[in-house]
């Protein structure tokens, strides 16, 4: 492969693994606090898109307020989907949960398939296609698809940009959120033992409901950035996505934000490059993501930027 | 109830469950008697589940994985050359492959192995993961052994598949499997190992303290769950006819329809299992009606589609909420369970 | 309570059929090619009302989904076929399916037609499934003609989607034909539900490619349009009947502008026949728009099988599949059908190419 193309793929890598970290921020929230894989969060990711494309196609509302909307739902959505389904079974044993969760995830699919119809969908006329264009890194001269910024010749997606840039916001705000205000300082009392945290008086079960909707409207922003990257709507869209993000958060070690970032964006590259190194093994793409899950896994449990726990009996 | 007259009881039951079987075949037509084939392939698939997910407490999302490997075993091993030659378009299988065919009892023994073979080189190292990471391990693992089917077309075939199998599975064969599956089960699960498994999902850390090498009883339990989900995989596959490396076929959606079976019958119950196996069964092709156009008192109401699967994954979430027991709890069928069921009527 | 409701509605619903004669429709209405199959749909729905009946009686389709799965096109046949007890059967879509549901009618002895499966296999030492539609080797040979002499393509990178029949076939026999021109091809990879072709796509440029051939379904198709566009890569993109959907560019947008592909039919196309000119009035009058390939294509395959039928003259399953392959010269929509003693159709694939946003007919190749 020439240099070129090495770059163009790293960057196409880059692009791809923005959109992993962000999805990935929320599955690590949610697990870091509550001890739940919540594989519903794909799905939550896939309902905030359709909420989206409607709010803009039926609601007829500007795409900005749309996104707004359609965040909020989400957010809600998450906190139902606690209440009615996590809740009762918050004392079960982990596995009912995580059975819970499965289910959860397949109802949501099946409700999507029932209610918007299993034909893909397009977003490309939801959100200003200027979102769309590619900022040409390096020397080139043609102005054939949108607006360019001139330094190479690589190309590199404005909404990439404008992923990672979320990602950092993010980042930061929810560093800020659960380390500097009283919520967040329940929350961290949640993950550490929910049982003391309520004889504390703090009220637990709105404290994990917000935990869901916090985590929700950060799959809901990952939605509709990769709905934004690639257009096409149908029920089963976060599935994948959302196995991957799972895989990238126990990469950068779960229960860390940070980490989660990182983790994200690697997979996303590694992925992207080893496609380009071997373009006759780009069938084997979803499985080189469980691949590194159970290397990681087998390895060092707790990530890279994660800690080890020790099980207290 | 003394042993013997228990025994007595389950020596006339089989017979008679033949007899229905037999039955069942004759007076119904095709498209029911194959359903009820069915329930006996997913009676295995569901006891075999069990054995992991119910009486060792360890949360296995890769059964898919193992069914597709009996079935694609099996397959390979029953179709004849010319079939192969045939069929293999992208590539040439791979020798010896190209040349065997040997009898169906002999290829679903071979594939059961096989599956058992991968179940303990998958087990080992995921099995000193914790509860949620090691159920997306074998979750993984399911997925990248459906991946490399989809890819390796010198073995599999890759999208295509393998068609045109020999139509080997009926009535006999799968109950006959079921029975060697459920004694085989419920004899482990009735002796010192089962109480052991039990113990294990109960307390992990007690167990260990009681000197029960946890790790070891695990992987067994796997690797048993393992060769009964690959029979059932040969059993499956040719029930089919068809067999490809499609998620619908055999990702994660076979793997979650196999635990709507033993959650909708009781998790931890054998029983329990193959009961949910025959509801799911049922449940299947009749909300078909809500799929198609249906004439109600005269009127055509369009059905949706997609509205089986919606049904489905709503009960399935009502239950574990409601009713996590599911149908048995975590009982089993017993004689005297049936009895005393006809003498309450006496008591008052 | 309930249960009373539950056994009152299963009682209805049984004694609710009337006597008729039942043609099933197997389709994907769920599921990843649900496009297709909705498409169909709305061809034969429109074709049953205008041509409600025969030999007398009145014609009741019976339609089962398939959602888009092998495993469910074989259970819904067997069930056409013996729980409801259809005569013959409009179906499937995509071959894989075909293959599949095509076993159980051969077992049965019931005459299966399908409206778009073009893999050879469908019908390959088959008595009872036919088709109505071109088979691959000929779409095959046809988009190569497409890419290497009319849009004169040297290198073409053939997008493979490994999980399809159709896109391997395809592929395959497009290559074959490309060699014997003269041309070079090279593939690349993917996967259904596969969403970043960036890979894929750069690697593609690097390796010179004059233009993209992609033999796979329109989910795929415009997301890699889209892709290579955003990449830099502003040559010819060629693809096969796949893209014959409006869903194409819905997702593909301004991407697939440019984009040819071949087909079956095209409403733009000279209508050739009575039934051509009558479909087309009758579907614009319904739905406000010009109809689609698929859609032409369901609504013949209702009068192939319709036509069978009044030729078998009775509902014997063996006479009509016998009519079926007796099918000749045939004034359907897209074109004069004749169905030949393999079950093939021999029909002439037309290229479209899509401008602004919209299908337009640019020309035929014929067998």
Known sequence: MDPKTLLQNFINGLSLGSLYALIAIGYTMVYGILRLINFAHGDIFMMAVYFALFFVTLAQLPWYLAAVFAIACAALLGFTVDRIAYKPI?????????????????FLESLAVVVFSGIPRSFRTVFPQSLNEMIIIGGEMEVKYGKEVIIGGIRFPVISLITLIVAAIALVFLWWFIFKTKVGMAMRAVSLDIQTTSLMGVNVDRVIGMTFA???????????????????????????????????AVFGG????????????????????????????????????????????SIKPSGLLGKQEAVKV | MKQRTKTSLTLIALPLIALLLFLSQELLNSYYSRIITLIGIYGIMAVSLTLVNGISGVFSL????????????????????????????????????NSIQIPFFWATLIAGLVAAIFAFFIGWPSLRLTGDYFAIATLGFSEIIRIFALNLNSITNGALGLKALPDHTNVWWAWGWLLVTVACVMSLSYSSFGRALRAIREDRVAAQAMGINVFKHQLMAFVVG???????????????????????????????????????????????????????????????????????FGFKIMGMSGMRMLVFSGLFVIIMIFWPRGLMGRKEFSWEGLVSLFRRGDKR | MRKLFVILLVVFLSVSALASIKVGAILPMTGGVAAFGQMIWQGVELANELFPGVLGEEIEIILLDNNSDKVQAVNTARRAIEQEGVVAIIGQVISSNTIAGGTVAEENGVAM???????????QDKKYVSRVCFSDPFQGVAAALLAFNNMGAENVAVFVDVEQ?????????????????????????????????????????????????????????ALIAI???????????????????????????????????????????????????????????????????????????????????????????????????ETKDFPAVTGIITIDENGDAIKSVAIVKIENGKFVYDTTINP
């Open chain 2, 62 to 97: 890769g059964h898919a994985g193992f069914i597709a490997l009996g079935a694609y075993t099996s397959a390979l091993l029953t179709l004849s050359p010319k079939q192969k030659e045939m069929t293999f378009l992208i590539e040439k299988l791979i020798w010896p492959l």
């Open chain 2, 226 to 296: 393992g060769f009964f989900a690959g029979i059932s995989g040969s059993l499956y596959g040719h029930w089919l006819s068809t067999i490809d490396p499609r998620t619908n076929t055999f990702g994660i959606l076979l793997t979650f329809n196999v635990l709507i079976m033993i959650v909708l019958g009781g998790l931890g119950s054998i029983t329990g299992a193959i009961i949910g196996g025959a509801l799911f069964a049922f449940l299947s092709e009749w909300l078909r009606f809500l799929e198609g156009p249906m004439n109600l």
């Open chain 1, 90 to 106: 918050r004392s079960a044993p982990r596995i009912s949960a995580l059975i819970t969760a499965i289910g959860v995830s397949f």
């Open chain 3, 113 to 123: 037609v399908s409206p778009s499966s073009t893999n050879p296999l469908v019908t």
């Open chain 3, 165 to 221: 029949d159709y896109a391997v076939g395809f592929a395959n026999y497009f290559k074959e034909t490309a060699l014997e021109l003269g041309g070079s091809v090279f593939y690349e990879y993917y996967k259904s539900g596969d969403q970043d072709f960036t890979a894929q796509v750069s690697d593609a440029i690097s390796k010179g490619a004059g233009a993209f051939f992609i033999p796979g379904y329109y989910q795929e198709i």
């Open chain 1, 254 to 297: 779960i229960g860390s934000v940070p980490g989660a970032v990182l983790g994200g964006l690697i997979l996303g590259i590694t992925e992207v490059m080893m496609v380009g190194i071997m373009p006759s093994a780009a069938g084997y793409r979803d499985a080189f993501a469980f691949f590194i899950l159970i290397i990681i896994l």
């Open chain 3, 227 to 325: 892709q290579a566009r955003q990449l830099g890569f502003y040559d010819p993109i060629i693809a096969g009947d796949g893209a014959a959907v409006p869903e194409t560019i819905e997702i593909g947008g301004d991407a697939v502008n440019g984009l040819y592909f071949t087909t079956h039919y095209d409403a733009g196309s000279p209508a050739l026949t009575e039934n051509a000119k009558l479909f087309v009035e009758a579907y614009t009058a319904k739905y406000g728009e010009a109809p689609g390939t698929f859609t032409a294509l369901g609504f013949d395959t209702y009068l192939v099988v319709r036509d069978a039928i009044e030729r078998a003259g009775s509902t014997d399953r063996e006479a009509i599949a016998k009519a079926v392959r």
């Open chain 1, 214 to 248: 916090l985590g929700s409207a950060l799959a809901a922003i990952g939605g509709i950035l990769w709905a934004i990257r690639y257009p096409q709507v149908w029920p089963y869209m976060g599935f994948i996505p959302g196995m991957k993000a799972f895989v990238a």
